[in-house]
T-cell receptor, first 113, second 112 residues
């Protein structure tokens, strides 16, 4: 158990819908990272927050947004969903920066029908 | 500049053999190179990591070899076991930034 929790574990929705994925980092970790993993794309870095502020952006679509709240939990919002958004979404946390060990949560499997 | 190239895509090794996975990076500003292990249905977990001030790091059966001039690093799994069957990702990060760039992953299967 990494100490990072993600909810929900599975999510099935339809095209055009909006969903919110939630992540609680390990106790004491200030950085939260979001990754997308699909079969043919490996692990794609989406976005990182540090202590409530956005610090780095990867290949995150404009239809996706994220935030980190004062209690350090984070939410990833996916809107206008398309079939191609079906993937595993992982949250990870670390003490401060990306050169600290990142601890991954169990993931949320999103299926868009 | 931001890519990390990983090979092979898949690997089959006999029990007791050596598994070798290679990665190459482009951005010389990277200063942290972790390897992650992922089992089906689970999130990746840190296996071992190295910084560029050393050329090799060993932890049990797992060794990272690092070649700064060639901008390459590799994971060696000695005495490979069926329980090592998983997907392995190399990654690179640092240089003052906050991104971690992952390789495409290697599916390792160790035959009993």
């Amino acid at each position: 158990d990494s100490g990072v929790t993600q909810t929900p574990k599975h999510l099935i929705t339809a095209t055009g819908q909006r969903v919110t994925l939630r992540c609680s980092p390990r106790s004491g970790d200030l950085s939260v990272y979001w990754y997308q993993q699909s079969l043919d794309q490996g692990l794609q870095f989406l976005i990182q927050y540090y202590n409530g502020e956005e610090r780095a952006k990867g290949n995150i679509l404009e239809r996706f947004s994220a935030q980190q709240f004062p209690d350090l939990h984070s939410e990833l919002n996916l809107s206008s969903l398309e079939l191609g958004d079906s993937a595993l979404y992982f949250c990870a946390s670390s003490t401060r920066t990306s050169t600290d060990t990142q601890y991954f949560g169990p993931g949320t499997r999103l299926t868009v029908l | 500049q931001q890519q990390v190239k990983q090979s092979p895509q898949s690997l089959i090794v006999q029990k007791g053999g050596i598994s070798i996975i290679n990665c190459a990076y482009e951005n010389t500003a990277f200063d942290y190179f972790p390897w992650y292990q992922q089992f089906p249905g689970k999130g990746p977990a840190l296996l071992i990591a190295i910084r560029p001030d050393v050329s090799e790091k060993k932890e049990g059966r797992f060794t990272i070899s690092f070649n700064k001039s060639a901008k390459q690093f590799s994971l060696h799994i000695m005495d490979s076991q069926p329980g090592d069957s998983a997907t392995y990702f190399c990654a690179a990060s640092g240089g003052g930034g906050f991104k971690t760039i992952f390789g495409a992953g290697t599916r390792l299967f160790v035959k009993a």
